[in-house]
């Protein structure tokens, strides 16, 4: 059993992640800001957590996350705030995670990013959705320049349908749609896999079965 915590716990990918977790008989711990999400949380199977990224500083964070086999960074403003919002969560909010885990002694740390074609082809990106981009990438490359054990999956436009477990992933494929249960599925093998490390993973729908696509990568 693997003791994960969740940052992004309450979002759809989050949910979706603690509740896969569960079924496989590991803990998922996951952070929520509302209290009226915690029984929701329960339900999945999940430990809830309280905590608001935008107020936490590194050593309390720290020490929600101690303890932890492995940290994940599915939190996201999603739009919601304009750029504020976001350079507060995806930018700001990820080099608090980064600076905890190291502090805490978690060394594994899996973060949901964004795919670089997403939005392109489009009539005129807004200037929130470009400061969205930049935050993003900047995210990554703050990650990536830590000595954490980290892996950056990128999935493709995100859809509410319903996953199939199955999905397309490398270090550079076409760009897509996934399910958001399928990036959960996508975490949960990566967690299960941690001979994948270091690596930027790009992914869509396909149809390989997660766990066998991503233990190809190893």
Do not use: C
């Amino acid at each position: 059993m693997k003791k994960v915590f969740i940052i992004g716990g309450a979002g759809n990918v989050g949910r979706s992640l603690a509740q896969q977790l569960a079924r496989a008989g590991h803990q998922a711990l996951a952070m929520y800001r509302h209290p009226e999400q915690e029984a929701a949380l329960k339900l999945l199977g999940a430990t809830p957590v309280r905590g608001d990224l935008q107020s936490l500083d590194e050593q309390a964070l720290a020490d929600l996350i101690a303890g932890s086999d492995v940290l994940v960074f599915s939190a996201g403003a999603g739009g919601k705030g304009g750029k504020e919002m976001t350079n507060a969560i995806d930018g700001h909010g990820l080099e608090i995670a980064v600076a905890a885990a190291l502090k805490a002694g978690v060394s594994r740390f899996l973060l949901v990013s964004a795919f670089p074609e997403a939005g392109r082809g489009k009539a005129a990106p807004s200037d929130t959705f470009e400061n969205y981009m930049a935050v993003k990438k900047q995210a990554d490359v703050h990650l990536a320049a830590s000595p954490l054990d980290w892996v950056i999956l990128r999935p493709g436009t995100l859809t509410n349908d319903a996953g199939n477990g199955r999905i397309n992933a490398g270090l550079a494929i076409p760009y897509g749609s996934v399910p958001r249960e399928d990036v959960a599925a996508t975490l949960a093998a990566l967690i299960e896999t941690p001979a994948v490390s270091r690596k930027i993973i790009e992914v869509t729908e396909g149809n390989t079965p997660a766990l066998q696509a991503v233990q190809a990568l190893a």
